[in-house]
């Protein structure tokens, strides 16, 4: 049987840092109450100059490397934005003509948060069907050009930065083993950005006078759909396999909230030492939280040969799910 293999995993995020205490300067917040209520302590800020495609090219070239794959042997490249470089054409597109990979068709896929994920499913079904044979997925963010840094309530959260993966048919066990996605779009309104579109065309008042162009986010009624749908998500994955959560290795989850993960781990059944967080660095990158994250955790060494790994993403749509892999 095919599989789906990650054979390459890479990331890239901005140098420069932008820490809770500098937020203190900036809104009526404080360095206690971003770490108690959300786990993040500092996340990376792209400059002038530095686009999402800039980080997903730095993360597609160190997966390659990994994988050992030519960027023209690529057949496809998926990328998941909410903040891509224009509305079009696609980020992917600009990544494919800088990295030379000139046999890959190129596409953006809009999942927010759920992203890397709905990039994997779409990767596996592609692998499985025979239709592609190597596959680029990718998450990458520039959130911080959508936040307004005098709303307290959502400019604490986020960061840029971006995630990639060199996924490629295989013959033996390990690869993706199953692969989830679900939409439940009842509270779209919650978590979205009003403008520049079809709804809110750009104008000098729309777009900045009235905000429009800043994402918007009822983090509390937020909070609570994402602590369900993460742990509907992760029980589906095991239950379809038939596997328990001491069998799982690593649980590798969307990094928006430490409150939102460990609730997801109790739920589940995955003991904190079994999980893998590095939001207090990065803060909510989005749909690259998860490929950055997965790649640190393998360049620490952190993934053994057969581990199971879960991951697990919730994001505006909503949109969530899983992917359960053997490494
Ligand atoms: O990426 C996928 C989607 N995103 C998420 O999953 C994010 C989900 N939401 C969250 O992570 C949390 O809801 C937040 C971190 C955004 C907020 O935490 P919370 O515990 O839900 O706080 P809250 O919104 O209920 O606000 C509690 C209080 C409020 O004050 P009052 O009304 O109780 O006086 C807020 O005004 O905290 C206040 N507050 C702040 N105080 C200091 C809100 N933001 C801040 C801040 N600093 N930055």
């Given amino acids: ?85 224009f509305p079009f054409p696609a980020t992917a597109c600009i990544v494919q003509q800088e990295l030379g990979a000139a046999n890959a068709a190129a596409f953006d896929l809009s999942a927010a948060c759920s992203g890397f994920i709905y990039g994997l499913n779409m990767a596996e079904a592609y692998i499985k069907s025979g239709m592609a044979r190597k596959m680029l997925v990718m998450g990458a ?102 596997v328990s959560a001491d069998d799982v290795n690593w649980l590798i989850p969307h990094q928006a909230n430490r409150r939102i993960i460990e609730a997801t781990g109790k739920r589940v059944g995955i003991p904190e030492e079994r999980i893998f967080v590095n939001l207090h660095k990065y803060g909510n990158t989005s749909s690259a939280s998860i490929p950055i994250a997965l790649d640190e955790a393998n360049r620490e060494g952190r993934l053994k040969d057969g581990n199971l790994i879960l991951m697990d993403a919730f994001g505006g749509g909503f949109t969530y799910g899983s992917v359960l892999l053997k490494w």
């Fill in 141 to 242: 963010e520039v959130l911080t050009r959508i936040v307004d840094f005098t709303d307290r309530n959502t400019c604490i959260l986020f960061g840029d930065g971006a995630g990639a993966v060199v996924v490629e048919a295989s013959t033996g066990e390990h690869g993706i083993l199953s692969s989830h996605i679900y939409t439940n779009s009842s509270h779209w309104g919650l978590l979205y950005q009003p403008g520049v579109g079809g709804r809110n065309p750009g104008s000098a008042k729309s777009t900045f006078e009235e905000k429009l162009y800043y994402l918007r986010m009822e983090g509390n009624d937020v909070f609570k759909h994402a602590v369900r749908a993460m742990g509907d998500a992760a029980v589906a994955a095991l239950e379809y396999n038939n």
């Fill in 1 to 85: 049987m095919l599989r789906a293999r990650i054979t390459g995993t890479g990331s890239a995020v901005p140098d420069k840092i932008l820490t809770n205490s500098d937020l203190e300067k900036m809104v009526n917040t404080n360095d206690e109450w971003i770490t108690t209520r959300t786990g993040i302590k500092e996340r990376r800020i792209a400059a002038d100059g530095e686009y999402t495609s800039t980080f997903a090219v730095k993360a597609a070239r160190r997966a390659l490397e990994m994988a050992n794959v030519q960027p023209d042997e690529l057949d496809l490249i998926l990328l998941g934005t909410v903040t891509p470089d």
